[in-house]
Nanobody
Framework: QVHLVESGGGSVQSGGSLRLSCAAF????????MGWFRRAPGKEREGVAA???????SSADSVKDRFSISQDNAKNTLYLQMHSLKPEDTAMYYC???????????????????WGQGTQVTVSS
C-alpha cells in the first residue's frame, strides 16, 4: 500500500523560506513521477512543481525562480524548497505520485494516483 506523508509546512512572513518534504512508503525504486500541488481557500487545486522520473522537472510560472523540486531516491523522499514566499502562496500543499507516469512532468492532478494528506503553508504580509 503506497502512502505519502508530507511535512515541513508552517507559518512564515513574506519573503521567508520553507522546505516541504514528502516521504513515500510502500514503494522503492526510481523513475516514477511525483509532484507538489496546492489548494488555496476558495480556489481549485493547482500544480506547483513536478519531477518526471528521468531527471527533468517542471514548475508553474507563478513559482518559477522561487521554488525548486528535488528528490532523494535513497530516502524515498520528495522535497519542495520555497524561497521569497508571498501571501498568495498560502495554501494546503499536497504531494502526489504515480508509478506509471502517464504524462511525465505533468502539473495536472488527473495524472497522479496517490496523494498525501497535505501540509499547511501560511505566509503573512
Amino acid at each position: 500500500q503506497v502512502h505519502l506523508v508530507e511535512s515541513g509546512g508552517g507559518s512564515v512572513q513574506s519573503g521567508g523560506s520553507l522546505r516541504l518534504s514528502c516521504a513515500a512508503f510502500g514503494y522503492t525504486g526510481s523513475g516514477y513521477c511525483m509532484g507538489w500541488f496546492r489548494r488555496a481557500p476558495g480556489k481549485e487545486r493547482e500544480g506547483v512543481a513536478a519531477i518526471d522520473g528521468v531527471g527533468g522537472t517542471s514548475s508553474a510560472d507563478s513559482v518559477k525562480d522561487r521554488f525548486s523540486i528535488s528528490q532523494d531516491n535513497a530516502k524515498n523522499t520528495l522535497y519542495l524548497q520555497m524561497h521569497s514566499l508571498k501571501p498568495e502562496d498560502t495554501a494546503m500543499y499536497y504531494c502526489a505520485a504515480d508509478w506509471s507516469c502517464p504524462v511525465r512532468g505533468s502539473l495536472s492532478d488527473r495524472d497522479y494516483k496517490y496523494w498525501g494528506q497535505g501540509t499547511q503553508v501560511t505566509v503573512s504580509s
